[in-house]
Nanobody, 117 residues
């Protein structure tokens, strides 16, 4: 029902900024909860941020004050603005769409973020 494609990853220095984009396709994307997850080598997948169809947001403690998740339902886009990046932010970042009623989940292919000097 929903297909997701992430972009915007790359190499950035500590303290720098990066904006990740998630392009969605399919029907009724606006009814889905959207989220960004990340997974570093040797670590479990971690929830970074969520955003509801009404743009209410929640963040992991590690992201609060530094990351901002937004969405544009008309454009079917989800963004993650990442500021003050740290080496520990290095991970593959995944976009997720979740149907809250039926518990369906859709995932993008991931985009690599490397924070290093």
């Amino acid at each position: 029902q929903v297909q997701l494609v992430e972009s915007g990853g790359g190499l950035v220095q500590p303290g720098g900024s990066l904006r990740l984009s998630c392009a969605a396709s399919g029907t009724r994307f606006s009814i889905y909860l959207a989220a960004w997850y990340r997974q570093a080598p040797g670590k479990q997948r971690e929830l970074v941020a969520t955003i509801t169809s009404g743009s209410s947001t929640n963040y992991a403690d590690s992201a609060k004050g530094r990351f901002t998740i937004t969405r544009d339902n008309a454009e079917k886009m989800v963004y993650l603005q990442m500021n003050s990046l740290k080496p520990e932010d290095t991970a593959v970042y995944y976009c997720n769409a979740h149907h809250q009623q039926y518990k369906w989940d859709y995932w993008g292919q991931g985009t690599q973020v490397n924070v290093s000097s």
